[in-house]
């Protein structure tokens, strides 16, 4: 049987050694109908789509008129810099988490456990690496659109100091790429709502303790070594340099740390989904 001919066929008809080699895969170009229902789901309910990118700002125009007047300069990388230069990337960086995180877990988990969109969608050629990607790449759609319209607010601001801050917005998407991925794949272990309990005590310490308000070095040793190993961290490292011109080979090390987050829980998500729903 010809691989065209097999990616025709329903998942649920196919015998156990075709039905493997339609499973675990990383997903294709079917992947883009998941995107398009989205979109379509979500004309009329626009206001739903933008409010995400307001929390951030928020804690940014908060800090600016705020908080950065008292603290006035901070040391980074051997330069004086404003306390809310310093904060701005850490908070872009923080709205991809939470904008990859909370579209990829609460939304995902009541499409699977309850509109049942899923089951669906892989009675079609579809697979579950297509499911796993179109989700993760909706996700990062509204990720990038939170991110220019900050960049634009840092702008506007004054709170960008070097021209590689061009590749800031990729950098989000790379960040939000990582936690969708993680946050897909962690769904599918999720038996109710009770256990999006785990998600906030992951995120909320990453946010207050991966060097979002302070320098690295202000924390004790051991506390470094455990900020430097969570990947908010290598997000807010890489948006920094490029934002204040701290570039250094060192950030390409960060990237890799996130693009192979990402690939490891775009696989496990497809899998899980492919053990859930193909039984």
């Known amino acids: 049987m010809s691989e065209q001919t097999l990616r025709k066929l329903p998942l649920r008809i196919l015998p156990p050694a075709l039905l493997a080699t339609r499973r675990g895969a990383l997903g294709g170009k079917e992947s883009v109908h998941v995107v398009e229902r989205h979109a379509r789901a979500y004309r009329h309910q626009w206001v739903m789509l933008v409010s995400g990118f307001f929390e951030p700002l928020f804690y940014l125009l908060s800090i600016g008129v ?33 904008g990859a995180v909370l579209d990829s877990t609460f939304n995902v988990f009541f499409r699977l456990k309850y509109a049942k969109l899923y089951d669906s969608a892989l009675a079609t050629p579809m697979r579950s690496g297509d499911l796993a990607l179109g989700e993760i790449s ?37 960040i939000g790429f990582a936690f969708a991925s993680v946050g897909m794949a962690a769904t599918t272990f999720m038996k109710s709502w009770q256990h999006f309990e785990f998600i906030l005590l992951a995120t909320l310490p990453m946010f207050l303790f991966s060097a979002t308000f302070y320098p690295l070095s202000v924390y004790p040793r051991p506390v470094q070594i455990l900020v430097d190993v ?25 990237a890799l740390y996130l693009a192979v987050l990402g690939v490891a829980g775009l696989a496990l998500a497809s899998r899980r989904i492919s053990r859930l729903l193909l039984k």
Do not use: D
């Open 230 to 254: 969570t990947p908010l961290y290598q997000g807010i490292a890489i948006l920094r340099g490029l934002t204040l011109g701290v570039v250094t080979p060192g950030l390409l090390w960060h």
């Open 66 to 98: 705020g908080l950065g007047e008292l603290v006035g300069k901070v040391q980074f990388a051997g330069m004086s810099v404003g306390f809310t230069s310093f904060v701005a990337p850490a908070l872009l960086a923080t709205s991809a988490m939470n």
């Open 138 to 174: 909706w996700a990062l759609i509204r990720g990038g659109l939170y991110a220019c319209a900050f960049m634009v607010v840092m702008l506007a601001m004054g709170l960008v100091h070097s021209a590689w801050a061009v590749l800031a917005v990729p950098t989000a998407l790379l």
